[in-house]
């Protein structure tokens, strides 16, 4: 028994193996049960079996893959003490450098802004959990509309991302160069920064009364 569990396990992980290739060599595009099952050199039927569908294996797969960080509860005890806009910033800087060192993760970055259809929307569908998740778990801006303002940053860094990834320049900026990305990354570091401004921290009552305070 415990030898039939050791080589499911090294076939699932050859079988998401392979869809890392194919995501990296052939794009998104070229992602399909044939490509993957021939690649990871098993059958069609076995990989069905193991994921039920293609869908399936890509949703395996960004569940099992080290992009998106989910932190342990030391790790976010230790993430208190740092303060909030740091602590964000860095997380969102991190996340995107590794997007921007994988094909394949800008791959399924890609699919979140492709047509609909089955694979694209698990994907995004994924995505977006695994960012939720990462987003709540760092509660980066309290006592604001942090999924808002979270959607909002995350949001166009992805953009920025793909415009990097086929070579398009944005307000000017060459995004596939260090030095335009790291324009980038001390914009965002300015923005996490005047989320601890304490005036936003105030209710609509208060921010009123700061206001009439100074006139």
Same mark, same amino acid.
């Given at each position: 028994m415990e030898k039939i569990k050791r080589n499911r396990a090294d076939t699932t992980q050859r079988i998401l193996n392979a869809f890392e290739q194919v995501l990296w060599e052939s794009g998104l595009e070229g992602v399909s049960i044939s490509t993957v099952a021939e690649k990871a050199e098993v059958s069609k039927v #076995?990989?069905?079996?193991?994921?039920?569908?293609?869908?399936?294996?890509?949703?395996?797969?960004?569940?099992?893959?080290p992009l998106i960080t989910h932190h342990s509860p030391d790790q976010l005890a230790y993430f208190q003490l740092v303060q909030g806009q740091q602590r964000w910033s860095n997380q969102v800087l991190n996340l995107f450098r590794r997007f921007r060192r994988s094909r394949p993760a800008r791959?399924?970055?890609?699919?979140?802004?492709?047509?609909?259809?089955?694979?694209?929307?698990q994907i995004s569908e994924t995505l977006d959990s695994e960012l939720t998740r990462f987003v709540d778990q #760092?509660?980066?801006?309290?006592?604001?509309?942090?999924?808002?303002i979270s959607a909002i940053l995350l949001g166009g860094l992805s953009y920025l991302t793909l415009q990097a990834q086929?070579?398009?320049?944005?307000i000017g900026m060459d995004l596939r160069s260090d030095q335009g990305w790291k324009r980038i990354e001390e914009a965002i570091k300015l923005i996490c920064a005047s989320l601890d401004n304490p005036l936003l921290k105030l209710t609509q009552p208060q921010k009123e009364s700061a206001f009439l305070a100074h006139v």
């Open positions: #076995l990989i069905y079996r193991y994921f039920g569908s293609l869908e399936g294996l890509a949703d395996c797969y960004i569940q099992q893959t791959q399924l970055l890609k699919a979140t802004v492709k047509s609909r259809e089955s694979m694209t929307d #760092l509660n980066p801006i309290s006592q604001n509309d942090n999924s808002a086929v070579d398009r320049s944005v």
